[in-house]
């Protein structure tokens, strides 16, 4: 499985709330999470479909900023 993990601006329940419709329609419900007790605010996604490039865009998308964790 392809697990990607992102640095995201993405920081309480109101801002998942938002991202949602837009994260579960393009990465898929159940595809991600958002670990809102990181600082880093650690989006996961476990999508095998999606590059780095396809999640930054959606996230973006989604009215938020996302960037890959090394």
Do not use: Y
């Amino acid at each position: 499985m392809n697990t990607l993990q992102f640095k995201t601006n993405i920081k309480c329940t109101g801002c998942i709330s938002k991202a949602s419709p837009v994260l579960d329609e393009k990465l898929g419900e159940g595809q991600w999470e958002v670990d809102l007790m990181t600082l880093k605010k650690t989006l996961t996604v476990t999508n095998p479909n999606v590059s780095e490039a396809d999640v930054i865009e959606i996230v973006k998308e989604s009215g938020f900023t996302a960037e890959p964790l090394s």
